[in-house]
C-alpha cells in the first residue's frame, strides 16, 4: 500500500469526522491532540512534548543552512517568488561561485547544507547538481537536496555522489487547493511529488524530511496528512530519519495573501502534537519565523534549525544589484549563526554543527 492510498482514504472526511472514521488508535490520539478542545490543555502538551523530546535527543538543536544553486523554475506556484511566470533575472551559480558560497558557509563552522534550486531540470539538470556535489562534499559533512522531484534511480545517482539528505514539500495535502496553487508547470502533477519521499527512502538517502506550507488549507487536515505520512515512512524505512517542517507562507508581494493563516499557537499545538504522537521525529524550524518565537520553541519539541539563511541565489558572495537580488521567500530571523548559537547556549541546549562522519 502506497500512502496515496492511506490519503484517498480519508480526503474527503472532514477534520470532526476523522475521530469516528479511524480505527487506529494511535492516529485517533493524534486527532485528539490537534482538535479545538485540546487548545485548553497546550502546556499540559508542551511538558509531555518536553520530555519526549529530552528523551529522544536531549538538549541538542543541529543547524544547517541553505544555499541556493539556481532560481530557474518552470512551475508558476501562486505564493512563489521564482514563479516563471515573475519577471525576475534568472541565475545559476557558476562551479567557480558554487565553490566561494561553500568556502564561505564552511568558515562559520556550519557542515550541514541543504542545497535548493527552481524547478527547472533543463537549466538545473542532474548532471549541473552533481558537479556542485562534488565541490561541496569537500566543504561538508552531509548535503541534503531541496530540488523537483526525481525517479528513485536519479536519486541514486545524487547519493553516490555525496548527497545523504532529501527535502520535499507537499505544499498542501488538499488536491483541489494543490491544483489551484500550481496551475502550470511539471510540479502539477500531485502524485509524482506526493511518492518522492518514498523514492529517495527506497533510493538510500540517509535522512527524508518532508513537510506542508502552512497556509494554503486547514491546519488540522494538513497536520493529520503530514503526522500519517511521516508515520508511514517510518514505519516502512526503519534505517532512515524521518522529519518534518513547518513552514509558514511568506512571501515577497505583499498583495499576496495566505488563504488559510495559522496563528502562532496554532502552530505550537500543531507541533506539540507531532512531537507527542512521533517520538522520534525530527522536527525543523526555519528562519521564516521571528527570532523571539523560535527562541520560545526550543525545548518544546524542534530537533532542527536553519541560521544564517539567504533565499537568493548566491546571496552571501555574490555583489547584489538589480534585479538578480530577488529572492524566494521572505525570512523574519537575520541573526547571524553565532548569534542563534548564543541564544542556543543561553536555554541550556548544545547548537550541533556537525553530527556525523562521512565515511
Known amino acids: 500500500m502506497s500512502y496515496y492510498n492511506i490519503y484517498n482514504k480519508y480526503k474527503n472526511l472532514g477534520f470532526d469526522r476523522l475521530s469516528s472514521d479511524v480505527e487506529d488508535r494511535q492516529a ?4 485528539s491532540l490537534l482538535s479545538p478542545t485540546d487548545e485548553k490543555h497546550l502546556e499540559q502538551m508542551a511538558q509531555m512534548a518536553h520530555d519526549i523530546t529530552l528523551r529522544n535527543f536531549g538538549r541538542t538543536i543541529q543547524l544547517y543552512t541553505p544555499l541556493y544553486l539556481s532560481n530557474y523554475c518552470d512551475n508558476q506556484c501562486v505564493y512563489c517568488g521564482f514563479s516563471a ?46 558537479d556542485c556535489v562534488r565541490i561541496l562534499r569537500n566543504f561538508f559533512i552531509s548535503i541534503s537536496i531541496e530540488i523537483y522531484p526525481l525517479t528513485e534511480d536519479e536519486y541514486a545517482e545524487l547519493i553516490s555522489e555525496g548527497v545523504d539528505g532529501l527535502t520535499i514539500y507537499q505544499e498542501t495535502y488538499d488536491e483541489a487547493v494543490y491544483k489551484m496553487m500550481h496551475p502550470a508547470g511539471p510540479k502539477s502533477d500531485y502524485r509524482f511529488r506526493l511518492d518522492a519521499a518514498e523514492r529517495g527512502a527506497k533510493a538510500g538517502m540517509r535522512s527524508v524530511n518532508i513537510g506542508v506550507l502552512l497556509g494554503l488549507a486547514d491546519w488540522r487536515m494538513e497536520a493529520f496528512f503530514l503526522g500519517l505520512h511521516a508515520r508511514y515512512l517510518q514505519d516502512k524505512f526503519h534505517d532512515v530519519e524521518i522529519g518534518v517542517s513547518l513552514p509558514r507562507i511568506r512571501p515577497i ?10 496563528s502562532d499557537r496554532d502552530m505550537v499545538q500543531m507541533m506539540l502534537a507531532l512531537r ?7 522536527i525543523t524550524l526555519s528562519t521564516r519565523e521571528l527570532p523571539a518565537f523560535r527562541d520560545d520553541l526550543i525545548g518544546l ?18 555583489k547584489e544589484g538589480g534585479r538578480r537580488a530577488h529572492p524566494q521567500f521572505g525570512i523574519l530571523d537575520h541573526r547571524s549563526i553565532g548569534q542563534i548559537k ?15 562522519v562521512r565515511v
Open 276 to 282: 507527542v504522537y512521533l517520538p522520534r521525529l525530527g
Open 85 to 130: 511566470k515573475n519577471d525576475i533575472e534568472r541565475k545559476r551559480l557558476t562551479l567557480d561561485e558554487v565553490g566561494k558560497e561553500a568556502e564561505f558557509i564552511s568558515s562559520t563552522g556550519l557542515k550541514h547544507i541543504l542545497i535548493l534550486t527552481g524547478e527547472s531540470p533543463e537549466n538545473s539538470p542532474i548532471g549541473y547538481i552533481k
Open 301 to 318: 519539541g524542534i530537533t532542527r534549525m536553519s541560521a544564517g539563511s539567504t533565499t537568493t541565489v548566491g546571496g552571501r558572495t555574490l
Open 342 to 356: 548564543a541564544a542556543l547556549e543561553r536555554k541550556g541546549y548544545q547548537p550541533v554543527l556537525k553530527d556525523w
Open 28 to 31: 485517533r490520539q493524534f486527532i
Open 253 to 262: 508581494s505583499s498583495n499576496y495573501v495566505a488563504p488559510r493563516p495559522i
